[in-house]
Nanobody, 114 residues
C-alpha cells in the first residue's frame, strides 16, 4: 500500500515563501517520477510541477521562475519550494505518483493573502 503525505502548507502574505514536502511510503522511490498538482474550488486539478526519476523537471508557465521541485531519494521525499507567492497560487496542493496505479496524497492548503 502506497501512502503519500503532504505537509508545509499554510497562510502566507503575497511575496512570501513556503516549502511543501511529500513523503512517500514505498519500497522503491528513486525509480519513479512525482508531480505536484493544485486545485481550487470548482476547477480541475492542475499539474504545477513534476520531476522524473532522473531529476528532469517541468513546470506550468505560471510558476516558472518562482517554484522549484526537487527530490531526496534517501528520504523518499519530494519538495516544492514556492517563492514570490501570489494570491492566485491559493489552492490545495496534492502530491501524485504512479507505482503500478495512480496515487494521491491528502492535500495541503496553501493560502496567499494579506
Amino acid at each position: 500500500q502506497v501512502q503519500l503525505v503532504e505537509s508545509g502548507g499554510g497562510l502566507v502574505q503575497p511575496g512570501g515563501s513556503l516549502r511543501l514536502s511529500c513523503a512517500a511510503s514505498v519500497r522503491i522511490f528513486s525509480m519513479y517520477g512525482v508531480g505536484w498538482y493544485r486545485q481550487t474550488p470548482g476547477n480541475q486539478r492542475e499539474l504545477v510541477a513534476a520531476i522524473t526519476s532522473g531529476g528532469t523537471t517541468n513546470y506550468v508557465d505560471s510558476v516558472k521562475g518562482r517554484f522549484t521541485i526537487s527530490r531526496d531519494n534517501s528520504k523518499k521525499t519530494v519538495y516544492l519550494q514556492m517563492n514570490s507567492l501570489k494570491p492566485e497560487d491559493t489552492a490545495v496542493y496534492y502530491c501524485n505518483g504512479d507505482w503500478g496505479r495512480n496515487y494521491w496524497g491528502q492535500g495541503t492548503q496553501v493560502t496567499v493573502s494579506s
